[in-house]
């Protein structure tokens, strides 16, 4: 199974300030097709996962542009440029290149 | 609007059986692959299965292959998880959702619990 590895898994941060996470994987996450299955959700405290951004770099409808993913291979990174109240909670990567289907263990974002 | 409601979780003891039901709408979904994610409480998210649009491709993490059925029912654009030889382990917020080569749409989820 691939494993997905996130750091830090606690992400204290200040208002206004940016903030970036880190995610590996044990393998390689580029399909057959070219295309690289590395995706990220926020979970907001009480709620359900929301995905934010897609296939590395992809921002969803609706996502702030601070919210931002890059990375290849088996190196990810989502970073926020500018932390705002709303974006506390936790973050996950997730790789659906190779089954089965796995998250990284989240990262909690607080101030 | 596209949406995703979740029902069937309930209380159940170490060994029993439920069955969970996920209503789709607004979307195609009929084209879509579906999922199955379950959250621990306090804990991660787990992917626990997933199935094609004609139901002809079925995945399982391996902690339920054998006990649990994913199926579907695109006449009434739902998806289901048959959860059977429950264990405690499975305690956990079960929530449906659409599959685009990740999951994109998520419902609110519904809490099984097992425990005697």
């Known amino acids: 199974d691939v494993v997905m590895t996130q750091s830090p898994l606690s992400l204290p941060v200040s208002l206004g300030q940016p903030a970036s996470i880190s995610c590996r994987s044990s393998?390689?996450?580029?399909?057959?097709?070219?295309?690289?299955?590395l995706h990220w959700f926020q979970q907001r405290p009480g709620q359900s996962p929301r995905r934010l951004i897609y296939r590395v770099s992809k921002r969803d409808s609706g996502v702030p542009d601070r919210f931002s993913g890059s990375g290849s291979g088996t190196d990810f990174t989502l970073k926020i440029s500018r932390v705002e109240a709303e974006d506390i909670g936790i973050y996950y990567c997730?790789?659906?290149?190779?089954?089965?289907?796995?998250f990284g263990q989240g990262t909690k974002l607080d101030i | 609007e596209v949406q995703l409601v979740e029902s069937g979780g309930d209380l159940v003891q170490p060994g029993g059986s439920l069955r969970l039901s996920c209503a789709a709408s607004g979307f195609s979904f009929s084209t879509t692959w579906m999922t199955w994610v379950r959250q621990a409480p306090g804990r991660g998210l787990e992917w626990v299965a997933n199935?094609?649009?004609?139901?002809?491709?079925?995945h399982y993490v391996d902690s339920v292959k054998g006990r649990f059925t994913i199926s579907r029912d695109n006449a009434k654009n739902s998806v289901n998880l048959q959860m059977n030889s429950l264990r405690a382990e499975d305690t956990a917020v079960y929530y449906c959702t659409r599959y685009a080569r990740s999951p994109d749409v998520w419902g609110r989820g519904t809490l099984v619990t097992v425990s005697s």
């Open positions: 393998q390689s996450l580029v399909d057959s097709d070219g295309d690289t299955y």
């Open positions: 997730m790789q659906g290149t190779h089954w089965p289907l796995t």
């Open positions: 199935i094609k649009e004609d139901g002809s491709e079925k």
